[in-house]
Nanobody, 124 residues
Framework: QVQLVESGGGLVQAGGSLRLSCAASGLTFSRYTMGWFRQAPGKEREFVAAITWSGGSPYYADSVKGRFTIFRDNAKSTVYLQMNSLKPEDTAVYYC?????????????????WGQGTQVTVSP
């Protein structure tokens, strides 16, 4: 049974930082592209960042480039999202996801497994 468990969300002031973690189990983590998506109230789920199985060539949404960093530790089966210079518009539930093929890392329907999400709230 595949499980993706996010943690690290919370309430932070604008300009602050948070680090999200996603611990995976039940799959061969090192073979999966891992992604982060987010969904704000009343909005569709949107791509945030993704990283291939090797950790090279990460992908970012334009809205988070230069502020967010995705990285992974295959030995720990964990992917991280370091979020700096947070803005109120970053407020959302953040989800991690796993994609075995990794052909379209910014597309949500490419992903095979999803976590339950962690809430990030950025106050002005």
């Amino acid at each position: 049974q595949v499980q993706l468990v996010e943690s690290g969300g919370g309430l932070v002031q604008a300009g602050g930082s948070l680090r999200l973690s996603c611990a995976a189990s039940g799959l061969t983590f090192s073979r999966y592209t891992m992604g982060w998506f987010r969904q704000a109230p009343g909005k569709e789920r949107e791509f945030v960042a993704a990283i291939t199985w090797s950790g090279g060539s990460p992908y970012y949404a334009d809205s988070v480039k230069g502020r967010f960093t995705i990285f992974r530790d295959n030995a720990k089966s964990t992917v991280y999202l370091q979020m700096n210079s947070l803005k109120p518009e970053d407020t959302a539930v953040y989800y991690c996801a796993a994609d075995q093929l990794g052909t379209r890392p910014s597309v949500s329907w490419s992903y095979d497994y999803w976590g339950q999400g962690t809430q990030v709230t950025v106050s002005p």
